[in-house]
């Protein structure tokens, strides 16, 4: 009887460890998949590439693109990469785009995974090659961190930038701390920024405290529902909208009330 029972409990400590294990495993697992998920999802891609989803069923991992980027800019990704194997990528930090005039890595894609359409402008009714119509990502600056931020005088981002005071620019802001001097803060502008990643290379810290990001990652979207009435566009969008308008005091109280209103 003894017997049994010490032989039913080490069967039930079996079982108890297997178990453990498992739900150990799974749970490395789910969180390695959840890792990679992330990483991957911060991809940056060469000019002209599609929607990731679009990109992913377009691209056939030829690497022409790879071979025809003069400046080793495009990598190819490889196994345990964290990515689709064979895909082209860019690390801005290492080597950012070289904004090149003719976009070689555009053309020869075969497939249109790097469609021409998206990094191209209307000149004399004929579509020409635009490499400041790219959107491989954007600039987002760390203001915490940001030596610019912190009151020392280090414009280098916006001095890197192809698109000096486009997609960049420096705004002056006295300098509450000391009352004597002014800050130079780099402003992006996310409209027109084209993620070349420039800006990240030549950030001097550490940890370059302005990095390149996949727009669809970082940036929001303001929807249909809003409308900006100083913008001809919008108003035209609405000329024949039926639209009730709300007359708010301005006295302090009712405003308050008005902005706590759920309904708001």
């Not at 991957?40 to 990731?52: H, Q």
């Not at 005039?101 to 075969?110: A, G, K, L, T, W």
């Not at 000149?123 to 959107?135: E, F, P, Y």
């Not at 810290?205 to 303001?222: C, M, N, Q, W, Y």
Request: charged content about 25%; glycine content about 6%.
């Amino acid at each position: 009887m003894k017997k049994l029972q010490s032989s039913e409990r080490r069967q039930a400590l079996l079982y108890g460890a297997k178990a453990i294990s498992l739900a150990f495993m799974g749970s490395f697992v789910w969180g390695t998949f959840l890792s990679n998920q992330a990483k991957a999802s911060l991809i940056l891609r060469p000019p002209g590439a599609k929607s990731e989803e679009e990109f992913l069923k377009s691209c056939i991992r030829c690497g022409l693109c790879v071979e025809a980027c003069p400046f080793n800019t495009l990598k190819l990704a490889k196994v345990g990469e964290k990515m689709v194997i064979g895909t082209p990528y860019f690390i801005p930090r290492e080597i950012p785009c070289e904004m090149c005039v003719d976009i070689p890595c555009v053309p020869v894609c075969p497939t249109q995974a790097l469609d021409p359409l998206l990094v191209s402008t209307l000149k004399d009714d004929r579509r020409v090659l635009d490499i400041n119509m790219s959107k491989m990502g954007v600039a987002i600056v760390d203001q915490e961190s940001c030596l610019a931020y912190l009151g020392l005088r280090r414009e280098f981002c916006y001095r890197a930038c192809p698109l000096i005071d486009k997609a960049i620019n420096i705004e002056y802001k006295h300098n509450e701390r000391t009352g004597k001097h002014a800050t130079f803060l780099p402003i992006v502008h996310n409209d027109i920024c084209t993620g070349c990643g420039k800006c990240e290379k030549v950030c001097p810290t550490e940890k370059a405290t302005i990095t390149i990001l996949p727009r669809d990652v970082v940036l929001g979207l303001v929807g249909s529902n809003y409308i900006k009435g100083w913008e001809e566009s919008d108003e035209k969008r609405v000329k024949n909208a039926n639209l009730k308008e709300k007359q708010v005091s301005t006295d302090s109280r009712s405003t308050q009330n008005y902005l706590n209103n759920e309904e708001f």
